[in-house]
């Protein structure tokens, strides 16, 4: 029973440390450029939305 609390607790460092590794490559200002312009495509791409129908 043991082995099991050890694992879990070993398995829970994993995922929070896989986590923030998520969340400061999301927030990582090298890709604030790439991010913008995802974002930005769909409205550039969709002329209904500028009112050019």
């Known amino acids: 029973m043991e082995?099991?609390?050890?694992?879990?607790?070993i398995w829970t460092v994993v995922v929070?440390?896989?986590?923030?590794?998520?969340?400061a490559w999301a927030y990582d200002k090298k890709r604030k450029a790439t991010f913008n312009d995802a974002a930005n495509?769909?409205?550039?791409?969709?002329?209904?939305?500028r009112g050019n129908t």
């Open 3 to 9: 082995f099991m609390a050890i694992f879990q607790s």
């Open 16 to 23: 929070m440390l896989a986590f923030f590794g998520v969340i």
């Open 41 to 49: 495509s769909l409205i550039d791409d969709d002329d209904s939305i």
